[in-house]
């Protein structure tokens, strides 16, 4: 029996961890101890921290295993990269998975390459920072370089506040560094690809909204396919074409986000990543625009089992994601989460997370959204859809303040 090891356990990584037991294969999964679901699907179970790589690889060549992956996090995609590369096992590379968790790398790269390249600098000290934004016409994005989930992102728009920010930021930066660029307005897109042997394929490309709360760097939609200009779809996946296969991704999945300036049109690259895309977008939302089992084909490439590129049309169908948030406080009503759950458009969701009695934390990150995947026959539909759910979902939350309900804008 052939032997995988997945990074994480949490209820993003649950979808490979099923394939991969459906395929027949021993699941080893790498997690610190904590509330993960796939802690109890896999077949055996080492409680670690994913970013220790010399552990990991000891555990790996001891295990003998056939591959090494993770999804929709990236966090382990480094590891991932070191121990296939250390085992001879598919992989991209680590000195790839450096560039795609590495914001800095990524700005450093696309100027090298002659994309458009928003303007930035690495700061290490208060003083650097402090430099770049006097530069600035009037606001900047401060965010450490090497974290996920828009955790320590802020908008900056006066040298108080980013004095008020600064170290803020670098504390979640492993490396100890953040980086700051000018803030750009404009529509905002999402493109992921898939490659196989270095050959890139579009697998879908989105629409994304943010949510109007400051400081929150979080889409409250993402739908799919984009309904933006076709010259402007055009010159977005050749963008993301061009960078994938310069940046020299030879294997995987990429998600990567972009922003399209309101003033000169131009696209620039915000994040690239090279794993799918969080909050069941690889594992569902890919699935339903393809048809392809993502899932079961990325635990397939990390077996070496894939030898080209699966046949696929994207845009089948019109879906998505909507997100909201609780308030800070405990969860007393769940009114129509019942009814949300069995909507038959309604492909998976994260709602049996919410329970009567739940403490709520505030929030400032995407990590603490809920999420609804859904289908849908056109964009008027899918927003229809969205309404639907909005309108029957009541939970009710008591806070400081009083009762309140989800945060949807």
Request: with cysteine.
């Amino acid at each position: 029996m052939k032997k995988i090891m997945i990074l994480g356990a949490g209820q993003y990584q649950v979808p490979i961890i099923e394939a991969a037991k459906k395929m027949g294969l021993y699941t080893i999964a790498i997690s610190p101890v904590g509330p993960y679901p796939g802690l109890s699907l896999a077949d055996k179970v080492y409680n670690i921290d994913v970013r220790d790589e010399s552990t990991i690889l000891t555990i790996a060549r001891a295990e003998c295993i056939d591959g090494v992956l993770t999804d929709q996090t990236d966090i382990a995609v480094r590891t991932v990269a070191f121990v296939a590369e250390k085992m001879g096992l598919p992989g991209i590379g680590y000195d790839t998975a450096k560039l795609f968790t590495d914001k800095s790398l990524m700005r450093a790269k696309t100027q090298e390459l002659g994309f458009p390249t928003i303007e930035n600098t690495v700061a290490t000290t208060m003083g650097e920072a402090q430099a770049f934004f006097k530069r600035c016409r009037g606001r900047a994005i401060i965010k450490p370089v090497d974290n996920q989930g828009s955790r320590g992102v802020y908008l900056i728009d006066s040298c108080r506040e980013l004095e008020a920010r600064f170290f803020r930021a670098m504390e979640y930066s492993p490396a100890r560094q953040v980086i700051i660029e000018q803030y750009i307005t404009g529509r905002e897109f999402e493109v992921d690809s898939i490659l196989v042997n270095g050959y890139e394929k579009t697998l879908m490309y989105a629409d994304t909204d943010l949510y109007n709360i400051p400081n929150v760097f979080a889409s409250k939609t993402r739908l799919y396919p984009s309904v933006a200009e076709k010259n402007t779809i055009e010159k977005l996946l050749k963008l993301n074409h061009d960078i994938v296969t310069e940046f020299g991704l030879s294997q995987g999945f990429t998600h990567n986000e972009y922003i399209q300036d309101s003033e000169t049109g131009e696209i620039y690259l915000i994040e690239a990543a090279a794993r799918g895309g969080g909050s069941f977008i690889s594992s569902h939302i890919g699935q339903l625009q393809t048809g392809l089992n993502t899932s079961e084909f990325i635990v397939k490439l990390a077996l070496g089992e894939v030898r080209e590129m699966p046949d696929f049309e994207t845009a089948q169908c019109h879906c998505g994601y909507v997100t909201f948030y609780l308030p800070e406080g405990e969860v007393i009503g769940m009114e129509g989460v019942a009814k949300v759950k069995l909507l038959p458009y309604v492909k998976k969701h994260s709602l049996d997370d919410i329970y009567l009695g739940l403490k709520t934390g505030s929030f400032s990150d995407k990590t603490a959204r809920n999420v609804i995947i859904l289908s849908a026959e056109s964009r008027e539909d899918i927003d229809r859809k969205i309404r639907e759910i909005r309108d029957a979902l009541k939970i009710s939350v008591r806070t400081r303040r009083g009762v309140e309900g989800p945060v949807w804008e």
